[in-house]
Nanobody, 114 residues
């Protein structure tokens, strides 16, 4: 099983990023996926999640209206579109999912700073 995140980088406040997570090793379309993040000195936080066919999405309050989670089951890829980024969004963003959300990616660093 592999979950490989990409797209993290340094971006100024107000900027946008799209994170991607390419999945292999399990039947992607059958399982929910999520994006947790962890900032230095803070507890890990679940940012967004999406059900297997995208029929339901959830977001932490701090990103509602700014972030959008989506998936392409044909490509076994889940995305996180992040708009109007704020310094407090700085964190390592992970991709998580599969049976019982058991699998994690290695993480991608997002830094929001001028």
């Amino acid at each position: 099983v592999q979950l490989v995140e990409s797209g993290g980088r340094l971006v100024p406040p107000g900027g946008s990023l799209r994170l991607s997570c390419a999945v292999s090793g399990f039947l992607f379309s059958r399982f929910g996926m999520s994006w947790p993040r962890q900032a230095p000195g803070k507890e890990r936080e679940l940012v967004a999640s999406i059900r297997s066919f995208g029929e339901r999405t959830t977001y932490v309050d701090s990103v509602k209206g700014r972030f959008t989670i989506s998936r392409d089951n044909a490509k076994s890829t889940v995305y996180l579109q992040m708009n109007n980024l704020k310094p407090e969004d700085t964190a390592v963003y992970y991709c998580k999912g599969g049976p019982d959300y058991a699998y994690w990616g290695q993480g991608t660093q997002v830094t929001v700073s001028s």
